[in-house]
Structures are given as structure tokens and as C-alpha cells.
């Protein structure tokens, strides 16, 4: 759906209106309940068995109808559909019925895939968690809130949710609380801009529906702040479920589709000049109308490359469902052949090179030493820290409750807090401890985050042997730059911690109550010490990172985290570090020295989400590859949605595995790894079919077109031309089943449509070579140019041309020599055999009596024999010839 549409829905408020003057209360008891009540589980449930699961329309699995119609709705289809009415008309009801049998199978096929792949993708879809914050109450007498993590699937109108940054709404939602509350439209809009949203706001009708600011609609996403919101209606209910429903979500053809079909509307275009100039010759010789547009309809009929919209699909279906059984959901299915594209993986450090386990280590001063009061702090922080999803915080609650120590956290309250982003990699909370009259009151602010950026708004350090502070001098800076380096090399994470005393009742807001920069109050703070946190190595990326490599997969670690660190672990996984940048350094080179940068480094530290995503682009652009992300936290959603291939794992943030093309179970690149092979394969065996179809289509028009000239009738009667193109095109079924040479599986593979003319311009004339070899072997040899002759040559043309077009697959399906070097796989050898036994024993069969043939001397059979021998010799030599010119067969 294009912005402009978008746009142009947004004008409509879609019976939301209700939802947006009135007061929240008002919203909550509409939906029967209590003022800020949250629903009981016993209501949830019977409210789930009444709305059903939280299901939105554009994930629920395909209509019949709709992947039927997907099926069926393609150019080739149409035209076959067109031809085949068209033969009704003229009333020959056999050839209608072929063209219409052709389209039948085509359709039936293809659905019957699309349907195997969409279930076990939805099977697969399952497993994926999409864990919801919620608020219910439980116990019979005295009710108690609880906040509980359901499934996306079983939120329900009048639920209360509780939102983070990375979270996707999980319904149309009424805020009843907000922190600084940023929210990303895109989904909806269209557009990048992001949206704030707050929850005392009362909005007036004319408002356009997503300017709302009391209302966040499901599928957006919240990129900063917090917040806890009223579910108004859930699945098929929401907005953007009417929204895609009214507009029908098409996803547009990614470039080797666009590209084929410029190819395709090329070639259909030079047929029907070629069988207009048939109609033309045929009609003046013959001057029978009905028979010459009924033979110009077979021709134009035989020369649609019908089975493409199978054949792609069928490839695609293949991978997707091989990649499930490696526990891996494939969202696109084009994103497989865009795997076999790749060429460069940017992977993110924790998780993927490292298990993902973070284990706190130690609590130390600027001198190394361990101080008690580093860790108070720190823990004081996870403790009250809104949203505990990042692991380093799990890490820290775990490390102070396992060893005993006794923080009191219930001595403190929490007054306010400037919550964690990836752009500041820190994170403060305001607390208040003793009794505000009394002299053992304190406000203080508790800051810790990414050791740089906590370093930045120091002004003072801890001096814990003499118990005071002192102002930071550039030698303490230094001293804990290089402690962090030596941490860092032992492979070690680091976090940052500092504190400051507030003056009596200071927050983040001004007196107006409006949020202040958060440089304001975020300085002159009192550095305290390092945490340090173990994460190790995983021992099977060093692996998979060496395969992929192997396999033409350039590895780029894109991270948010320290370079010292990272640099060490690239090095233990066997990443090269000699060319490595950080995020500052980027922004200071110009758009020149920046890409030349971003081509050579493989190792990126301290990234913002916004240079990650302008790494992604320079590599995409500049270094015209085909990039694939590896992310799974918030701060890789940008990236992920610029990639050609995007992947995410299960256990990652909602927004990422959104955007994701392929969720991964487990994070795991050997999964990728095979991904890459299927998608290689994917991609092969769909050029197999384009270029033979095509080679094999212009070959026989020309031919056709000689022929037609030659002997003034036609080379083969409308309904003789549709049996043998029936025939072939059946065969060709077998084809996303075999196999690819190795050498091609290698390397990435990219599609490109000069490559495939020049393809054509090679190979086709050793087709038509064949052919008029065969006209001309049928003109001197068996005299085949009288009219008695006619039966006996429309046998001969057509045994030729069937075993030519079954045979072409042989020769382009590999580099090697094929039968000797290399052979098919056994579903397409088989086809082959059954395909050509069919095509020579048919003039044998009481079908080969009402079609027309005669029964063909044993002689003739020797002929072909030789010709095909001499064929593929030929095809052989012009093959090497290619290769030596471009580098490249397939
Ligand atoms: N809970 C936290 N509290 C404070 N700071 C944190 C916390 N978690 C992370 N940070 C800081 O933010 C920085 C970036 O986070 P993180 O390393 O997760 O980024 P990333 O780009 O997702 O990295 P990765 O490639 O490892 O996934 C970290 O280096 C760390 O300094
Ligand atoms: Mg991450």
C-alpha cells in the first residue's frame, strides 16, 4: 500500500471516536469495569472464548480463496485463460481444454504448495513468543493485582498492559499512563517519522486518527519511554486488521522478479510479432481464417513460459520448508533466494558470538579494588530501573542475591528516572532515602551505563581509601581507560556507575512541569566504579562464521558495546580486527571516507541504532551487496527493516522480530548456514527453468517460424503443437527438485538481466541449430515436402521437438558434461524418461490416431540419435566458450 493511501485513511476515524474525548475512566467502564481495575483471570478468559485469540487479520492464517486467487492471478495464466476462450469460441473445444488443463494443473499445484508451506510456516509461528505484560487479578475474597507476561494471543478488551521500549502494542490501546512516550507509526503510515503519545490528553473528533495522542494502535511500537495503556479491541478488530482487510496487503516483487518479468514481457512481446507474421504467411497460403488464428492461439499458447509462477514458488515452498525443520520460520518466502544472494552477514555480538549468559563478575574502584558501594549503586539501579529486560541487570540482582548482601531496598523510594536508550547506553534513577525532615534524608541520582558515556558527565570521583570525593583529574581518566582495556581483554563487559547528590526535591521536570534536557541534570556526578560481567565465547560461531566465509559470507560484528571488548571476542570466534571503527569515529568522516571505511571494517563498536542502519545502507548502495542483519534488540530495528534478508530469534524484542524476514528458534548461524545453501539452490534451480524456458521458447519459435516459411503450411497442426507443449511443460515439474554443482553453491549468487540476454544470445541458436538440422535432414532425406508427406513430417517435428525441450534441461543445469561429469537428480531423470517415452509412444496409441501421426521409420530414430549426440557436443562447446568469456555459467 503506497503513503499516499495511507494518508489518506488516516482521515477516517473508523468508529474509534468514542474512545477519544471521554475520559479514561469513562473508557474502563465501558468496557465494565472498575475504575483502573485490571480483569480477573476467570474474566479473561471468558472475554478470550468471546473476541477470540489476539490474532491480527494480516497473521492469521491465508484464506483457501485467497492463496487460490494468488495462484491463479498471474500474466501467464491470464493469457492462457484469454487463449484458451478464444479457442472455444472458434469451437475447438480439444485445444480449449488442453490450454485449459495446462492452467488447471498449474494452479492446483502451486496452491496445494502455497498451502503446505503457510501451515507449517503457521505451525512453526507457534513456538514464536510474543510475552505481553499485563495486569489481572487474582484470589476469590480479597483481590490481588498481579502483573503477569501472557501470550500476545490471549490479551483481551479491558486488559491493562504495561509497555516498554522494543514492545508492539498487542491491541488498539487507550493509555492510561505515560513516561515520554515515543512511538513508531511506520507500520500504519508508512512514513519513519516517529509520534509522541501521552495519556492526559483530551483529543477532539476531527483529529485524524493516527495523530492521536491518547490512542496507540496495534502493530506500532514504542521506541522510547514507558507506559501502561486500556486494551479497546483486539485481532480482527483493531485498525490495522480493517485497515489491510479494506486495502488487501500485496507484498511488491522484489528486483529478480521485477527483472524477470521485463525479460518475460521482452520475450512475449517478440512472440507475438513472430506469430503474427505466422497468422500472416498461414492465412495467405492457406486462406483458412479459423484455422490459422487457431494455429497462431497454439503457438502463442506453447511459447508462454506457463510453469514459471509454479516453478519459483515450488523452489521457494522447498527452502521454506527445509529451513522449518531447522527450526527456522521464513515470514518472506523470497527472502530465501535473497539468502542465496547474500554476501555480507552483519551480526550483533551477545547472543550470536557470545552464549548470552552474562555473569557479574566484580565491583571495583578506579584502582581495581573491590568497593561494596560500587555494587550498592549499581544495584540500587537494576533495582528500580523500570523495564528489566536487558540481561545485564538480571545479571546484577542475581549476582547481589546469591552472595548475601543486604542493599535494603525498601529504604528507598523511587522518584524518577531518565530510562535506558541506545543513543545515551545509560540509565538514571532519582531516589529518595530517610525521612524528608529528618537529617538522614538524601536525594540522590544513581546513573550506570556504558563506561564512556558515564565517564562523559563525571566530574568527580570516588577516592574509597580516603572516603571522599575529588574532582576528576585527566590522570584518573586515564587510569580507569587503561583498567577497562585490561578488563576488557580478559574478555570481561563493562558498566559504569556514578552518583550525585540531588538538592532537595530536584527531578527530571521543570517547574512547568515539562521534561528537562537530560544533560541538565545528568552532570557533574561523583564516578564510583566499574561492574564487570562475564559473557562467554560460543564455541559453534567460530565454526559457522569459518563455513560461511568459505561460502562467500563476509562476517561484519555491528555492536553497541565497547571496542576492547568486542575486538577480543572477534578475535577468539576468528573475526578479523585489523580494520575495526567505532560509532564516534564514523560521524566524523565524510560521505567519501565513510564508505570507503564502512567497506573495509569488519568490526563496528559503540553503533547507535542510526549508524547501524547507515552502515547496512552504504554497504547496500556504495558496495552494491546483498546484506543480510542478524539482531534481535530494539536498537536493531532500523537495520533490520533496511536489510535484504533480516533475521531475528525468537527471544528478541517484538519490533525485531516484526521486521524480521526469517525467525530463528535458536540463535544459532549454523541454522544461517544451511539457510544460505537452501537459498543458493532456491536461486539456482529457478535460472535453470528461466534460461532453458526461454532458450528453449525462442528456439522453437524461430524454428517454427523457418518452418512455416519453408514449406508454406504449418510445421505442426494448433493441436499437435499444445500435446507437445502439455507434455514438456508437465515434465518440467521435477525441476525445483534437483540438485546444483557444488562450484555454484560456493558463491553467492546474484541475478542479473544482461546476463541473462547474453545467455540467450549464446545458447539459443545451438536450439535452432538442431531444429533446422532436422528440417533440413526431413527435406533431403525423407523428401518430407509434399502434401502426402505432411502426416509423416508433423510426426517427425514434433518426437524432435519434445526431446529437444526435454533434453535442454540436461545441458544447462550444469557447468559439466552432463551424463558424464555430472548427473540430474533422480526426480528429474525420471521425468525425463517418462516425458520422452510418452512423446515416442504416442503415434502408437489410439490418441496418436485422432492427433494425426504416422508411425516413424526405426531410421529415423537413428537420426536422432546423432542429433542429439551432436547436440549436446555443440551445447558443450559453446558452454566452455561462455564460461571462458564471462566466469560464469548459470
Ligand atoms: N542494563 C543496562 N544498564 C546500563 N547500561 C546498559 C545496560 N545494558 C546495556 N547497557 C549499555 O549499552 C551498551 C549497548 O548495549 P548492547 O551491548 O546491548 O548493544 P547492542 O548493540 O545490542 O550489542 P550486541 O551486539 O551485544 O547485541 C552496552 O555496551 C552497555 O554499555
Ligand atoms: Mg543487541
Redesign the pocket.
Known amino acids: 500500500m503506497g503513503a499516499h493511501e495511507l494518508r489518506k485513511r488516516r482521515k477516517s476515524t473508523l468508529g474509534y471516536t468514542p474512545w477519544l474525548s471521554l475520559t479514561k475512566t469513562w473508557s474502563l467502564s465501558t468496557l465494565g469495569q472498575l475504575k483502573e481495575a485490571s480483569l480477573s483471570f476467570t474474566e479473561a478468559e471468558k472475554r478470550l472464548r468471546e473476541h477470540g485469540p489476539n490474532v491480527p487479520l494480516e497473521y492469521s492464517f491465508p484464506r483457501w480463496w485467497h492463496l487460490l486467487w494468488n495462484a491463479l492471478f498471474h500474466p501467464f495464466n491470464i493469457i492462457l485463460i484469454v487463449l484458451s476462450v478464444l479457442s472455444f469460441i472458434a469451437l475447438d473445444y480439444p485445444n480449449g481444454a488442453i490450454m485449459l488443463i495446462l492452467v488447471f494443473i498449474s494452479v492446483t499445484l502451486r496452491f496445494y504448495q502455497e498451502y503446505g508451506s503457510s501451515k507449517a510456516a503457521m505451525k512453526l509461528s507457534e513456538f514464536v513468543r510474543c510475552p505481553i505484560k499485563v495486569q489481572r487479578c487474582a484470589g476469590r475474597i480479597v483481590q490481588k493485582e498481579l502483573v503477569v507476561q501472557v501470550d500476545q494471543r490471549e490479551v483481551v478488551p479491558g486488559d491493562i498492559v504495561i509497555f516498554e521500549p522494543g514492545d508492539l502494542f498487542p491491541g488498539d490501546i487507550r493509555l492510561l499512563s505515560s513516561k515520554q512516550l515515543v512511538v513508531s507509526q511506520a507500520s500504519l503510515t508508512g512514513e519513519s517519522s516517529t509520534a509522541d503519545k501521552a495519556a492526559d490528553i483530551r483529543e477532539d473528533h476531527s483529529t485524524p486518527l493516527l495523530d492521536l495522542k491518547n490512542i496507540c494502535f496495534m502493530g506500532t511500537n514504542v521506541i522510547s519511554g514507558t507506559g501502561t495503556g486500556l486494551v479497546i479491541s483486539t485481532g480482527s478488530n483493531t485498525y490495522m486488521s480493517t485497515m489491510f482487510s479494506k486495502v488487501g496487503k500485496k507484498t511488491p516483487p522484489d528486483d529478480f522478479e521485477k527483472g524477470l518479468r521485463r525479460i518475460f514481457y521482452l520475450l512475449i512481446s517478440v512472440m507475438l510479432a513472430v506469430v503474427t507474421i505466422m497468422f500472416v504467411v498461414n492465412y495467405t497460403t492457406s486462406l483458412n481464417l479459423s484455422e490459422s488464428i487457431l494455429f497462431a492461439i497454439s503457438v502463442a499458447s506453447a511459447l508462454n513460459p506457463q510453469m514459471l509462477p509454479l516453478i519459483i514458488n515450488t523452489c521457494l515452498a522447498k527452502g521454506a520448508l527445509a529451513m522449518a525443520k531447522d527450526r527456522c520460520i521464513v515470514k518472506s518466502l523470497t527472502s530465501i533466494r535473497e539468502m542465496g544472494s547474500m554476501d555480507i552477514l552483519c ?8 552464549m548470552n549468559h552474562a555473569i557479574m563478575v566484580n565491583h571495583l574502584d578506579c584502582r581495581g579494588l573491590s568497593q561494596e558501594k560500587v555494587l550498592r549503586y549499581a544495584f540500587l ?2 533495582y528500580f ?1 523500570s523495564d528489566q ?5 538480571d545479571a ?1 540482582l542475581a549476582y547481589v542475591y546469591s552472595n548475601g548482601f543486604k542493599f535494603q531496598p525498601s529504604k528507598w523510594r523511587k522518584i524518577d528516572e531518565i530510562p ?1 536508550d ?1 543513543i545515551r ?3 538514571s534513577v532519582i531516589l529518595e532515602t530517610g525521612d524528608i525532615h529528618s537529617k538522614f534524608f538524601g536525594r540522590y541520582m544513581i546513573t ?4 564512556l ?1 558515564v565517564l562523559r558527565v563525571c566530574s568527580y570521583i570516588e577516592n574509597f581509601n580516603k572516603d571522599e570525593t575529588s574532582i576528576f583529574t585527566t590522570y584518573d581518566y586515564q587510569r580507569i581507560l587503561n583498567l577497562s582495556e585490561d578488563l576488557s581483554n580478559e574478555g570481561l ?4 556507575v556514578a552518583i550525585r547528590k540531588l538538592e532537595m526535591l530536584q527531578t527530571c521536570e521543570t517547574s512547568k512541569g515539562r521534561k528537562r534536557e537530560d544533560e541538565d541534570i545528568e552532570k557533574d556526578m561523583v564516578f564510583l566504579g566499574l561492574i564487570t560481567f562475564f559473557d562467554p565465547p560460543k564455541d559453534s560461531a567460530k565454526q559457522a562464521l569459518w563455513r560461511l566465509s568459505e561460502k562467500g559470507v563476509e562476517a561484519k ?6 571496542l576492547s ?2 575486538t577480543r571476542v572477534c578475535r577468539e570466534v576468528g573475526i578479523s580486527t585489523t580494520h575495526v571503527i567505532t560509532g564516534p569515529e564514523l560521524e566524523q568522516l565524510d560521505q567519501d571516507t565513510f564508505h570507503d571505511k564502512v567497506k573495509r571494517a569488519t568490526v563496528f563498536a ?2 547507535t ?1 542510526i549508524q ?1 542502519l547507515r552502515v547496512v545502507q552504504s554497504l547496500q548502495t556504495i558496495g552494491n551487496h546483498v546484506v543480510g542483519y542478524l ?3 530494539v ?2 530495528s532500523l537495520a533490520l527493516d533496511a536489510a535484504d534478508v533480516s533475521i531475528s530469534v525468537d527471544s528478541g524484542v517484538a519490533i525485531a522480530k516484526d521486521m524480521a524476514d526469517i525467525i530463528l528458534l535458536e540463535k544459532d548461524l549454523n541454522v544461517l548456514l544451511a539457510g544460505v545453501e537452501h537459498g543458493r539452490l532456491t536461486f539456482g534451480n529457478t535460472m535453470k527453468y528461466v534460461k532453458m524456458s526461454v532458450i528453449a521458447n525462442l528456439g522453437s519459435v524461430i524454428s517454427l517460424l523457418i518452418a512455416t516459411l519453408v514449406f508454406k503450411y504449418e510445421p505442426l497442426t494448433s493441436r499437435q503443437l499444445l500435446t507437445q507443449n502439455f507434455i514438456y511443460s508437465v515434465g518440467q515439474i521435477a525441476i525445483p527438485w534437483d540438485k546444483m554443482d557444488e562450484e555454484f553453491v560456493k558463491t553467492p549468487q546474484k541475478s542479473s538481466e544482461r546476463g541473462l540476454i547474453m545467455f540467450i544470445l549464446w545458447n539459443g541458436p545451438v536450439c535452432t541449430l538442431c531444429d533446422v538440422t532436422t528440417l533440413l535432414f526431413l527435406l533431403f532425406y525423407y523428401k518430407a515436402y509434399t502434401d502426402v508427406t505432411q502426416k509423416f513430417f508433423h510426426s517427425a517435428w514434433f518426437i524432435e521437438g519434445l526431446l529437444l525441450q526435454t533434453l535442454i534441461i540436461h545441458l544447462i543445469r550444469t557447468e559439466k558434461i552432463p551424463f558424464i561429469q555430472d548427473v540430474a537428480s533422480w526426480p528429474v531423470i525420471f521425468s525425463t524418461v517418462v516425458t520422452s517415452a510418452v512423446g515416442i509412444a504416442l503415434p502408437f496409441t489410439p490418441i496418436g490416431k485422432v492427433m494425426d501421426f504416422t508411425l516413424l521409420p526405426l531410421s529415423y530414430f537413428g537420426f536422432l540419435a546423432v542429433l542429439f549426440l551432436g547436440y549436446f557436443t555443440v551445447g558443450q562447446v559453446v558452454k566452455r566458450l561462455y564460461v571462458l568469456v564471462y566466469k560464469r555459467w548459470l
Open positions: 551480526i550483533d555480538k551477545t547472543g550470536t558470538l557470545t539501579n537494576s530501573k529486560k536487558y540481561p545485564l541487570d546484577i535506558f541506545f547506553r545509560k540509565v550506570k551505563g556504558a563506561l558515556e563487559r563493562i558498566l559504569g560484528v555491528l555492536t553497541g558495546d565497547s571488548l568486542t559503540r553503533l541504532p547501524k539482531g534481535d534488540g536498537n536493531d
